[in-house]
Structures are given as C-alpha cells and as structure tokens.
C-alpha cells in the first residue's frame, strides 16, 4: 500500500492484521511495519486503538501490556512469565536474551536499535554485580550521564565507589566499584588492576573501534584488559551494527563467546521532507521514483509545540555559533513561553552561576541562558561537561521544547523527543560511520512511555534536497571490521599520530607519566633544564604559582622567555622539532588559562579573567575615570568604548596538529560592544579540555617529574602537581581523587577531620550543611 491510503483509511482493519501476522511470524524486525503503525495510528486511532494491547504484547513490551484479552495474547502473557520467571524480571524478549547470554558467556557482543531497552539491561547488570565493574564510553558527554544514572540508581548504597576515573580510594568503606571512563584513560586501570577483583568489562558503544586512532587505543585496551583478566566477562554493544561478532573475531574471542543481531523495533517513525516550510509525508522503505510525497494539510510542528511535544534540531555548530538558527526557526520559537517551574528555574540559575553569566542585558549576557528560559537549548561539544549535564537533565525533566544540537546527540547519549528535524545533513567520517550517526539520531525521535497499551511513534524531517541521500543511507548496511587496526600498517599515517600509534601497537606506555615510552625518552634526554629552570624562578613565588595579572605584568622580554621555555618543554616530547604558527598560537593563548587553572580558578572565574583580557578592562576603566572626572562627556566616552576592538584569541584545537589555523573566535576589528560571552564560554571549554587537559598536562607534568627525579628540586614536584592537579595542597589532592570538584572543595575542605586512599573522616560541623551540599557528600558517610 502507498502512504496516501494510509492517510485515507483503505483497509485499514486488513493492514493492521497483516503487520500483527508479521509480528508474530517474524518479530518486530521490519521498521517499514512499524511506520504503517504510525500512519495508521496518526489518522486511524479509534480503529487502531482497539488492536494497540495486542501489539504491546507481540512486540514484547511486557512492561506496558494489562491482562490479555485474546487467545495470542495470554499466550504471549505466559511467555512474558516465564521470562520474568528466569530471569526475575519483566524484560523484554531483547533483554531477557541479552541477560542470559551475559550472564552464560565470557565474551558476549550485540547490536540493538536505539529504543531497544538497553539502559534497563545495564541497570539490572550494575545492580546484581556483586564486585567491581568497569563501563568504557566514547565520549565525556556520555560519562556524564552515565555518571548522573549510576549515582542515582546506587543511591543510598554507600558500599559502591563511583567515579568517572580511575583510583582506589574510600577503601574502608568499599565493597565494589564502578569506574566509568574513555579509552583515553584506560592507561591509569593498569597501575592498580590487581588491585580490584573485576568482574565485567561493558564496553558500550564500542563502534569507537572503526576510528582512526582512537580505535586502535580502544582495542589496545581491550587486549590488554583479557590478557591481564581473562576471566572477567566482556561485552561489546553497538547501534544498528550488522556483524557484530567482527568485535570478537578481531581481537580472537571465540572461546565462551557469542553474538546476537537484535532489530526488533520498539517505536514507530513518520518521515517527512521540508522545503520552504512546506512539509510532505514520505517512506524510505518504498522502493518508488519518484518517492510518493504527500502534503501534510497542517501546522504539524507547531501542533506538536502547542500539545506540550518536543523538537529536536540537528544543525551545524556555525549556526549555533552565529545565533543564526534562531532566526531560521524563529517560527516555532514564538510556541515557547517563559518557564515559571520552579525545578526549572532552579536548574537554569545554576547554569548560570557556573558560566558567570549576568542576569541581566550587560556585558557577560549570554543568549544561551535567554533561551533556556523559554525552554530552548543547545547541546554541543563545546559546552562545559557541568552545563551539557544541566542541559540533559532540564530536557529528562521534561522542560526543554526545542533542542538545537550538533553530532554530540549521536554518541549514544539519552535524550528523546517528540521531532527529530534533521537541518545540517553532514555527518563525519567514512560511509559507515555516516550511516551509523544518522540512524542514531534518527533513533532519538519517538520516545518510549511507559503508558499501558500504548504504541508510541516519533516524526522525522529531512530537508528535501536530502530525500534522495537520506532513503540510500536507511538501506546501507553498517558493518564493522574483522581485523584491528593494531594488526595493520601504520607507516602512512601523519608525524603527529605515529607515537601515539606505534606505543599502542607494541604496548609500550609509561602509565605512571602517562606518555609513550619514546616520548618520556626523549624528554629525560632533552636539553630542557634551562627552560625548567627559567619557569620555576618566573612562575612560583614562594611554591605558588604567580596570577594571571602578574603573568601580564611581566615585562614583554620575560613574558616571551616563558612562552618560550613552555614551547620547548612541549617539542621536546614529539618527534618533530618546531611547531607550525597556528600550533604555537595555541599554545600562547593556552599558557595563562593553564596558569589559571593550577591557581585552582573555577571554570567562570577563568573565563571572566580571559573576559577581561579581551575586552581590554583596564582601557575601559581608564575611559571610565576621565568621564567620572569630567575630562570627556558620557557620549564621547562612548564612543571611545565602542572603539576598543576584542583582542585576538586563536580558536583552541588540539595538539600536536600540523593544520591548526591561527583564526580568531571574533573577527578582527570587532567592536568590544559586539561580544558574545557564550562564544567565549565555548572556547575556554575547549582549551581547558582539548588543549590542556587532553594535549598539555600529561606532557608538562612528565618534563616537571623528571627533572624532580633528575635533581630533587621541591619546585619542580610542586608545579607539576600545580599541573595534574590544579593544585599543591595535599588535602585538595586527596578530596580530587574522592571525585570532587574546586567548586564543591572551596567549602568542603574545612569539615574534613582526616583523608586518605582509605576514608574521609568528616567534623561533626556537615550536620550544619545545606541538604543540596549534604547530598554531594553521603556517599562517603
């Protein structure tokens, strides 16, 4: 049948028969049934309706299914009981399957639709486990929600350690732990594996193994984790994956193994294009051309705003940044008003607090936080880890309407809606990763209830120059590799990847500095002494780190030997010997915010002091007293003030980078009067996690260690700590590792009576904290 009968009610009754046949023949594996469901729902309710607790039950949503009412039913009712009866619980047929193949298996790897029910399974995983658990991801946005679901699932349970990086602290009080972290930090499990009694590795979204280097880290850890522990369990999940047994099969698992492909479908799609506003329905599974589009006779999106649904908008991260999407969408942001929710507010006063921003129209103004009381928000790489959970958190609450989002939505993290429209259809990395970051968000659109009989379907839109490229990508199947990159040639990759690639192939890391085996070489090795020296004598004052004031009041010839010495700190750990001009801009802009952050300076802190810096405060001031002393009228004043350009700041991109640009966040010559504060709360992000977290810190650190080692210089220890740390103090140290932050320390640290890897003993004086400060800290009461 084609879409319009359908709309117009053609043997319906007949239709909805043959997709229930369908089902019950072979599972609810055909999305293009699941889009019929859709349709027919959408214009056929009363009719669907009387059939809608007969699918709950054959497409194995036990969880939504009441006392059956036909013979098919009760016999699927009875299947549901016998799993919960295995199992002891009220899974799905996915989930049961999955349980039991985890729970039998050593090595256990499978691929499931987005809706398939996989955070309930891990649930179930992390609350029966009964030693430590150890939960790899992609990202540090999926961290973060992990984090968020395992704090709260454990609630309570103070027995349980829970920290997004390795350490063994709290050891008194702890029976098990769960550590949740990238491929990137795996290197610190091996200081302490023997450690910890590791009972299952889960290894989620584990398609990171198809990326260049980052795949080759991430199977590097895994052969090393089996070969230290093989009798932990391991298990592999992917999205929409077609071979998911090429996960063993590179790294050799084939012993106490096994694979599972599971498509069933859960929720059902209605696919529409857009152009000019104008939207018509269309299916991707129809093999037609031209594609059948019919128009959608009404304000669909609008319609959904005003009942209370939400909309998704993939778009790029330029319109984000040029404000533009609002203006593009200005049409349905009319839909969202003033929140009043308290919870809300509470939430997007906290957002605002940790960035600094004003509230109110003045210089640290930021539009992120106006749209956000209207229930708009962005969600993309750039944002503060602290703020995308502030932001997931006001869209799981259910205040958020409309997100606006880039590919940050695509690594699996947990936010559905109501409408997916997909704006920016350029999706990174080669065809098979393409494939998979679309029906990844794609999967976002529908969200599951937990309603009773209740068939829940999601609308997704494509701009319709995208139709043709959009129906190719839904058919192409996503596979992974049989073979790891380890096993492969490395010789044409870029000077800056070689290290990296070459230590992870023949497993020659140094997991106390951090750094490959050849780069701590060449650091012992190097003629850096002087620039160490220079740097101790210039930066700490009595074993603290110099401000960021007096940094600037240097004068410009000390400054420069700084920017200098820290350069030359920084190449003498990589093969190549000079920096390109973008990589040494970088790395000067980088140098007072990493100066910043070993003073231990919040994240809103740093980013008022780099405020000042490019908004040139003290000629603003100066400004300010000539019009105070009547020396210029207020008008002249400002006009003088409109006339001070932003300081140049060059864009943060990881190091080592040969193609790193020297490009601005602001044009040149733009107006102090034009800053966007959230452009800046952007970029700081960006260098405090991309430049001197992920590239600078691990490299400084080593150089400041050995030449403690080489000399037993007190400074040198201290301002490496400074580095790691952010700090020398040995008390804030400790409260770090306990997974605290400076913010949550600046007020904690006077009631801890003792600390170390063993316990926190706290003073009588938290009985008189805050509940929301009490709540931070009982997990280690």
Sequence with gaps: MKISE??????????????????????????????KLSYIKKFHSQVFSKYEGKLMHLIGLFYKTTVPNSLIEEIYSIFADTIETETGRRFTPVQ??????????????????????????????ILNAISDIIIVVPSRALISEYLFRVKDLLKGDNSVLVLQFIENVNRAKTNRRIYIITPERGEDLFGIIHDLNVELFLFDEAQISEEKIRGMRFDSFVRRVDRLLPDSKKVFTHPFV???????????????????????????????????????????????????????????????????GTLLIYISKSKIYDGSYVIDFAKYIRFCPIIETTEAIDIINELREFIGASDRAGEKHSYMIDMMTRGIVVHHGSMPLFARLLIEKFVNR????????????????????????????????????????LKNLIGRAGRSSDIKNHFDFGYVIIESKNVGRFCDRMKHITSLSESSQLDSNIDELDIDLKDISEAIKNDSFDNDLHLTESQVKRLSE??????????????????????????????????????????NIYIS???????????????????????????????????????????????????????????????????????????????????PNSGASTVGIFPRNTSINDFDYDILVYDTYDYLDKVISLSLSDPMAAAFQIHYNQTQDLRALTLRNYIKYGTNDELEIWLLKYGFGFDEIEWLKNHIAFIDENEIKFMESINELAESKHELIERYL
């Design 398 to 437: 259910g205040f958020a309407k409309i997100c606006f989002a880039t590919s940050t939505l695509t690594q699996g993290i947990n936010m559905p809606f109501d409408v997916v429209w997909i704006n920016n259809f350029r999706f990174d990395g080669d065809e098979n990763k393409k494939n998979l970051d």
């Design 242 to 308: 077609h071979n998911p047994e090429a996960q063993l099969l590179k790294h050799g698992f084939i012993t106490n193994s096994d694979f599972a492909r599971y498509d069933q479908n859960a929720v059902g799609k209605i696919f529409l294009s857009e152009k000019d506003n104008i939207f018509k329905y269309f299916s991707p599974f129809i093999e037609e051309n031209p594609k059948e589009q019919i128009p959608v006779n009404y304000e669909l999106v609008e319609d959904i705003l005003r009942n209370n």
């Design 526 to 567: 190097a003629e850096i002494s002087t620039s160490i020296e220079f740097i101790l004598d210039n930066f700490l004052k009595n074993s603290t780190p110099i401000t960021g004031k007096d940094y600037y009041n240097l004068d410009n010839d000390t400054r420069n030997q700084v920017k200098a010495s820290f350069k």
């Design 573 to 655: 750990h990589l093969r190549k010997q000079t920096l390109t001009r973008g990589e040494a801009s970088v790395l000067s802009v980088s140098i007072p915010i990493l100066l910043w952050k070993i003073q231990g300076k919040s994240f809103k802190e740093i980013v008022s002091l780099r405020h000042a810096f490019l908004t040139d405060k003290d000629e603003q001031r100066s400004i300010l007293s000539k019009m105070k002393r009547s020396e210029i009228t207020p008008e002249e004043a400002a006009d003088l003030r409109a006339a001070i350009s932003i300081r140049h700041s060059t864009v943060a991109t990881p190091l």
């Design 6 to 35: 359908y709309i117009e009610g053609n043997e319906i009754e007949y239709s909805i028969q043959e997709v229930i046949s369908n089902i019950h023949k072979f599972g609810p594996i055909n999305s293009y049934d699941f889009e």
């Design 96 to 125: 049961a399957s999955a349980y039991r193949k985890i729970n039998e298996k050593r090595y256990f790897s499978f691929s499931a639709p987005t809706s398939s029910g996989k955070s309930y399974l891990f649930r179930e995983l």
